[in-house]
């Protein structure tokens, strides 16, 4: 990865960007980091690897925008963004993917992340993502957005809608029991087939599908 240094306009006010990363792979965090600091436009604050880490940072806040690779030590960039959403954290989020599978772009944007950049491409894409994402905007690769917007919620029956709903407002899977006559033992099983439909594998991941959509509808 190369970048053009001499860059020194400032991106927000009069300060630089900043900036955190996690990422697990240390070549890639290095790489990043030269680019960065190759640019006046941007300031890396630091790195993690883990997804507990990272979360732990957004929580403290202080940064800008996060660049977060797919794949961190303990946990996948699916479930980073779910926690984000399940904890309502105030923070803006980059995915530099290194898999061009269309799978990830779309749960990304399901999810919430605000950019999606390829460790492949040009670095000017990346300086140019994390502009677009720290003035609030959304940015991610102009290919493949009709596909993005057939979202598995539109396919699920009246009845997983519903399900999915309770799930969002709280419910346990006692209480889905209690109040519509099935056994919680159904109940799970009603809730794995619909994990399957969503393609998430947690409630948590479920729930951060459902309310990105919903706010999506009433924005």
């Known amino acids: 990865m190369n970048s053009k240094p001499g860059k020194t306009s400032k991106a927000i006010g009069d300060r630089r960007i900043r900036i955190v990363v996690a990422e697990r792979n240390p070549f ?55 926690e984000v959403q399940s904890r309502k954290l105030d923070v803006r989020i980059t995915v530099f993917s290194n898999d061009h599978d269309i799978g990830i772009l779309k749960q990304c944007v399901r999810l919430g992340a605000q950019g999606y950049c390829f460790q492949f491409d040009d670095p000017a894409i990346l300086f140019e993502t994390i502009l677009a994402v720290s003035h609030g905007r959304i940015c991610i690769p102009s290919i493949d957005i009709a596909r993005i917007n057939e979202t598995p919620l539109s396919r699920l029956s ?62």
């Not at 300031?43 to 880490?53: F, H």
């Not at 990272?54 to 925008?65: I, N």
């Open 28 to 82: 890639v965090i290095s790489a990043l980091r030269e680019m960065l600091e190759c640019d006046g436009r941007f300031e890396l604050l630091g790195s993690v690897q883990s997804g507990k880490q990272f979360l732990d940072l957004a929580a403290k806040g202080g940064f800008d925008v996060a660049i977060i690779g797919w794949k961190l030590a303990d946990m996948d960039g699916a479930d980073v963004l779910a």
């Open 158 to 219: 009246v009845r997983e809608r519903e399900l999915l709903g309770v799930l969002a407002d709280g419910w346990t899977n006692l209480q889905i029991a209690a109040r519509t006559g099935i056994s919680e033992n159904t109940v799970k099983y009603h809730l794995k087939n619909l994990y399957g439909k969503l393609g998430v594998r947690n409630r948590a991941m479920a729930i951060a599908l459902y309310s990105g959509e919903t706010r999506q509808a009433t924005g």
